[in-house]
């Protein structure tokens, strides 16, 4: 799956989960919990996007170069998800709880898609 297709995936999973659930996040947070949530299913998507980028644009390089864009590219991924969280919460006092459910709840099933596609993608070229 091209980067382009698989942006428009992910955006759209992530946009339209959270359109539908907006009525609820109004009626069960106050705007600054609903905007952390949001927040929090941006930066997952975020971070899916550069994760199949990195896997993508390493793939027909050497090995050498495929682990150190992938395992490189985690640290960097990790360390900017840590950074903007730590910024969210300390200076822009949105709150932890909508943040953190958000994050992980979009950053799991993401992983899985992702995981899904390659291993898709490289069973087909093993063939």
Request: hydrophobic share 60%.
């Amino acid at each position: 799956m091209s980067l382009g297709r698989y942006a428009l995936l992910v955006l759209a999973l992530v946009g339209g989960t959270l359109l539908a659930a907006w009525p609820l996040l109004e009626r069960g947070l106050e705007p600054r919990g609903r905007w952390a949530a949001v927040l929090g299913g941006g930066l997952a998507a975020l971070n899916a996007l550069a994760a199949y980028f990195l896997v993508v644009w390493s793939q027909s390089r050497p090995p050498r170069v495929f682990l150190g864009a992938v395992l490189g590219g985690m640290l960097g991924r990790m360390a900017f998800l840590l950074t903007a969280v730590g910024v969210a919460i300390v200076f822009v006092e949105l709150p932890r709880l909508p943040l953190t459910v958000s994050l992980l709840a979009y950053f799991v099933p993401l992983l899985a898609l992702e995981l899904a596609i390659l291993h898709r993608q490289t069973t087909r070229e093993a063939r």
